[in-house]
């Protein structure tokens, strides 16, 4: 994804005090926002599919960013997620982008809730929960009311107190749509764009991490993966992305590049990355490169990696030959028996007649 100048963009307010600006200032501004260039929208996870019928159409909610620091063009989790580093008593304003995608006319509700990042990543809070964040942010819009397939256009406006303390925080702003009546079970479609906001003096806190050996095996099904643990060892969340290539494999065989991914990952966190891979790789040895990024924070690692046998499937020819070997000798024994009746048989009708 591109970050692109909003050359024509709409007219942007005058710059405030204290308050971000935006497209029009000077180029050199290290806090001027551009248009960030999304061409999809981040749905909530599990929304239905709208019906092609209004009665009982489901809720479809989706949302986009629509503006990123020109400083932080680089940093791809800035298209989409509000990410920053301020000073306490800064404002800093973002654009996002409603829509509706039900079949159906909706009111689509607004609004800043809490977040956290733990070890089991990016964490949502129920419903309206706030917290510090979420109480610093306002939205010029609480609600909307969208034809199906309109949008809008939300300010959001994080305003951070002068006596705040430093570290790094985080919030979800919501977009909800609601479906459903008292005769009906409701349904709520929610989908958010999620903040991770910095604040302290000076520079922006470092980002980094550092990812282990990487090594290779074999699920019970079979299937090859290649597996390293990630380490944070800077003083910001993370989310990790990257790609795996595989090269030099039997026969001169490469594959890749694989999508790679892990959940957020907070300050001295671990994880766990596993790529699993096409079951008809050969056992190796491979030559394995792990490409990872977090923003502009980029990681590599390399390795030979070996899949080992494919002990499922070998166990499981090994189960059809016994049994194949087992059939084989309950019929040959059958036969032998056989073909035993048949020669007594026959001798003892040969016999002479005795005379009596």
């Known amino acids: 994804m591109t970050l692109v100048v909003a050359a024509g963009a709409p007219a942007l307010p005058a710059r405030a005090a204290g308050v971000h600006s935006f497209a029009g200032a000077a180029p050199e501004d290290p806090n001027m926002v551009e ?3 999304v061409p999809g929208l981040d749905r909530a996870a599990g929304t239905p599919k709208p019906s092609a019928s209004p009665e009982g159409a489901p809720a479809a909610v989706g949302v986009r960013l629509l503006d990123a620091p020109v400083n932080r063009r680089d940093d791809t989790r800035a298209h989409k997620y509000i990410v920053d580093h301020v000073h306490p ?6 654009r996002i982008v409603v829509e509706n995608v039900s079949p159906v006319k909706r009111t689509v509700d607004v609004y800043p809730a809490a977040a956290d990042v733990t070890e089991k990543g990016f964490v949502l ?3 309206r929960t706030q917290n510090e964040l979420s109480s610093w942010i306002e939205v010029d819009t609480t609600q909307v ?8 256009t939300v300010w959001v406006t994080i305003r951070v107190p002068k006596k705040a303390e430093a570290g790094e925080r985080y919030a979800v702003v919501w977009a909800q749509s609601t479906s459903g009546d008292e005769r009906m079970v409701e349904q709520i479609a929610r989908a958010g764009i999620r903040v991770y906001l910095s604040v302290g003096p000076g520079g922006e806190p470092p980002s980094g991490f550092e990812v282990g050996p990487l090594s290779g095996g074999r699920e019970t099904d079979g299937t090859p993966f290649v597996t390293t643990e990630v380490r944070n060892t800077g003083q910001r969340a993370l989310d990790l992305a990257g790609e795996l290539r595989l090269t030099d494999g039997p026969s001169g065989l490469s594959a890749g590049p694989l999508r790679a991914e892990a959940r957020t990952l907070p300050l001295n966190g671990r994880t766990t990355i596993r790529v699993r891979l096409d079951r008809q790789l050969p056992d190796g040895p491979w030559k394995a490169r792990l490409d990872l990024a977090s923003g502009w924070t980029k990681r590599s690692a390399t390795g030979s990696v070996d899949f080992g046998p494919a002990t499922a499937a070998t166990t499981e020819r090994k189960v059809d030959t016994g049994a194949l070997v087992l059939g084989s000798g309950v019929a040959g024994s059958v036969l032998i028996l056989l073909l035993f009746g048949v020669y007594t048989y026959r001798r003892r009708f040969r016999q002479p007649a005795t005379a009596g």
């Open 35 to 37: 248009e960030a260039d």
């Open 89 to 94: 008593g800064t404002t800093i304003r973002r």
């Open 125 to 127: 809070a129920p419903e």
């Open 145 to 152: 009311k969208l034809a199906s397939e309109d949008e809008a």
